[in-house]
């Protein structure tokens, strides 16, 4: 994580110069949304299968925010759940280690 000290691009009266941000998260929003442990983010055109992560990058940028999206819950028009786990073998043990407790 790199939190630096920055300009403050909106500053006005009264509002501080400078501010604190994670400009890693910064640099990545500009290309992807931050749903960083979807496997949605290698389609051909990167999330372009999910409309929740169109809406999220796109409130991101209207804001000039960065998100990151730990969880998720979405589900398509008959309930299923949009998310498709990045990392399937971690979560294949993480299943079995949370059976064998
Ligand atoms: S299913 Fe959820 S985590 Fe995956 S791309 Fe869509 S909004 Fe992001």
Aim: with cysteine.
């Amino acid at each position: 994580m790199t939190i630096e000290k920055i300009a403050n691009k909106y500053w006005k009266e009264g509002h501080p110069e400078e501010i604190y941000s994670n400009t890693e998260m910064d640099e990545m929003r500009r290309k992807e949304c931050l749903c960083v442990n979807c496997d949605r983010k290698n389609d051909k055109i990167p999330y372009s299968s999910c409309p929740v992560a169109k809406k999220i990058y796109d409130i991101c940028v209207k804001h000039d925010m960065a998100m990151a999206i730990t969880k998720c819950g979405a589900t398509d028009e008959k309930g299923d759940l949009l998310y498709k786990p990045f990392y399937p073998v971690l979560l294949e043990r993480q299943i079995a280690s949370e059976q064998n407790q």
